[in-house]
């Protein structure tokens, strides 16, 4: 089965991104591929890699661009959503790209399944 | 190919301006309505008040957006539905709506949900 | 003590939950969605009234209720722009129900 | 059509909203800080025992209800994890309620 | 001075984990704890979740902190205090939370709240 | 009347920043002192200037730096919220400043109010 996530909250502040991760990983393990992670409204706050959380709590961007690269997918982040908030190329992690809309339309149309998490 | 296109619906569920959820989602539609998908919105809950009549966001320094639902149209997206019961709760009437919607009974949004590929809530 | 609210009492609790701690005096302010609360004809009318009838004043901020096209508000509840807002945190302390 | 309900039935609609547009055999998925509607004993028993009675299999995710301190379901409840989530996601189309 | 001293009440409103906002409050009153002023904390409807015991979040991934209120006494907190209705609806009892508090009516909480200099919610 | 602002939720995503922008400039226009906004949670998301925002929407980061600094306060954002969502000195708005929870506790004991904005 071919899914596409769409992350409609950033990192922390919501167990959304959480969630999403846990499932994505879940997905993966039995077989699944993960074709892409779509962030959007706050959800583009998952793509900075500027997050320094304390030692003992999880990274949530680097674990997603480790899950992405380990996996063949992005982490992309709408251009617009990311505009308003203040993500760019010059701060994305690795695996992530800076991409407009009509990608996530692809998603949703090539993909099985498209499952959303938010608040 | 009709298998090609896919029945996306979008399902606006938060006021307007509290919080960001419906401008953002419209932006989406837009995107989405050049795509020449099968496009449906649907207005649940508090979504109905972001087609809420004379709306003026001045005051607050927020720029409106109702009046981007009345250019749906033109992108040939035309399927807005509206569920009766959260209507009449806020006390509403489609005369209060800045575009023409057709008001359904949950029973039979929920059997079109139930024929959806995609389905986002905003 | 002024109480501000700003979520709407149709999706969310906080509205039915900070009236049980009003005091008798304290006046509540509607900011953002918490406006919907107070659109004539809404179901909420009667939890308004009771609200007005134990002395507790009810403000809506007008810019909010502008934004949201409701032009008319239910009986007794006064509007206020930001420098009515600014008065109110003048004669109160604030507890800010998020 | 699997519906995904991360909220708290406490303070937020999303619940009560979702079920009115549930179809016959619809399964319900509770995540996050939706799980507290199946806690045994809690006043949403009755809404989710018409929910099973109408053939709409209920589930809660086991990682969310563990971190919760959540150990006892209402009857007919399924508990998942994130396997059993992929699972459920394999068999149906997915509406998540925000 | 004791006018020097502010009564600062902290509400906690919100289910533990699902957001972060308890969770950050906790980090804020640890801190606050170390000025000597007249802190309380009220557990409010969700709120009152945070305290339940048993809470085991390996399986979110996510670091627990109900066991943090527990510390609470070291740093001179001591009011904590649980509306009782809240408690009520959501089924539990005193028995069910980490920490010994004092479960109080809405309307003597809502006369504490007239008290306070400052009133932060979580 | 002496006033602290504590601010709890980012840019656009929610009203709270705009409707704490709304106050703090009828309260300066009423002659009162805005002694600081402390943003914590999301709210530290405002501190960024890497926000680039539609040219006919405002710049909420842009607009608290010149409020701040042309009122003689600072926009204070707690160290270790910041620290999660990726905010530091490299991406601060001028008039912005990171600093700790301690700072919060002085403003809520030196200050007539305490405001709050959140969701």
């Known amino acids: 089965m071919n899914i596409g996530i769409l992350l409609k909250e950033g990192p922390y502040n919501h167990q959304a991104s959480d969630t999403a991760y846990k499932f994505a990983e879940a997905a993966i393990a039995k077989g699944h591929k993960v074709d892409a992670v779509f962030l959007y409204n706050d959800g583009v706050n998952n793509a900075t890699r500027l997050g320094d959380p304390p030692q003992d709590d999880r990274n949530v961007a680097a674990r997603w661009s480790e899950l992405a690269q380990n996996n063949g997918f992005k982490v992309l982040a709408c251009i617009a959503a990311s505009k308003r908030r203040g993500i760019n190329d010059d701060v994305l992690i690795d695996g992530g790209e800076i991409t407009g809309l009509g990608t996530l339309t692809d998603i949703a149309i090539r993909n099985d399944r498209l499952l959303t998490f938010g608040d | ?122 | 003590m002024l109480h501000t609210i700003n979520k709407s009492p149709f999706e969310n609790s906080t509205l039915t939950t900070a009236v049980r701690f009003l005091q008798p005096g304290d006046p509540i302010l509607f900011i953002e969605d918490g406006v919907y609360a107070v659109q004539e004809g809404n179901r909420f009318g009667a939890l308004i009234q009771s609200v007005l009838k134990k002395n507790n004043p009810v403000y809506a901020l007008k810019p909010d209720l502008d934004a949201r096209g409701i032009s008319a508000v239910a009986e007794g509840v006064t509007t206020v722009d930001y420098a009515g807002f600014v008065d109110l945190v003048e004669e109160h302390q604030v507890n800010s129900w998020l």
């Open chain 2, 1 to 122: 190919m009709d298998t090609d296109i896919k029945k996306i619906m979008h399902v606006m569920r938060r006021a307007p301006h509290g919080s960001i959820y419906t401008y953002e989602g419209l932006e989406m539609i837009l995107i989405m309505a050049a795509y020449e998908q099968d496009l449906s919105l649907v207005f649940i809950g508090d979504g109905i008040y972001a087609l809420k009549k004379n709306q003026d966001t001045a005051g607050i320094g927020i720029k409106g957006f109702s009046r981007t639902f009345m250019a749906l149209d033109g992108y040939d997206v035309e399927k807005l539905y509206v569920d009766r019961q959260s209507l009449e709760e806020r006390g509403l009437t489609e005369d209060d709506l800045v575009v023409d919607v057709e008001v359904m009974e949950a029973s039979e949004i929920g059997q079109l949900m139930t024929e959806q590929d995609v389905i986002i809530h905003h």
